[in-house]
């Protein structure tokens, strides 16, 4: 997992192609106009998805992805973002779903920190995460990159 601040990307470029145009795209795109749902950037291989989220909904799984990186960024508002390593997982939850490309886990996470509007996270296959509710309505952006 990379955590940091929007003003720091330039320096994980070079970690995956796609992340450039990831962050490009983000930068100059007004995502606070952008309508829930998937927006294709470059088809399957990277993709955006614009969700709001609220405080009172169900704690939700650890899970992990195998074909897609996540870039998880607060739009709006902040949200928890749970993390633990995925070797260390032991309870799976649901088996993975290749058309979902997931799998959850019961395992408690190791630690858990707070994404603002100004922070990104990345997380790769071996990341296993869970974005919780947030306390007030939350907007957020998740870029999907092929792996």
Not at 94 to 109: I, M, Q
Request: hydrophobic share 40%; net charge negative; charged share 25%.
């Amino acid at each position: 997992m990379i955590l940091d601040h929007l003003s720091r990307v330039n320096k994980y470029f070079a970690i995956h192609p796609g992340f450039k145009h990831a962050f490009d795209y983000l930068k100059k795109t007004d995502l606070r106009s952008l309508a829930e749902g998937r927006h294709e950037i470059t088809g399957d291989d990277l993709y955006l998805i614009i969700a709001s989220d609220h405080s009172g909904k169900e704690r939700r799984k650890l899970e992990t992805h195998r074909n897609y990186i996540d870039i998880q960024i607060a739009i709006e508002g902040s949200f928890p973002l749970e993390w633990h390593d995925v070797d260390s997982c032991k309870n799976i939850a649901h088996e993975y779903s290749p058309e979902k490309d997931v799998t959850f886990y019961n395992d408690p996470p190791l630690f858990t920190v707070l994404i603002t509007s100004d922070m990104f996270a990345v997380l790769f296959p071996e990341d296993a995460h869970a974005p919780q509710p947030p306390m007030t309505v939350t907007k957020k952006a998740i870029i999907k990159v092929a792996v």
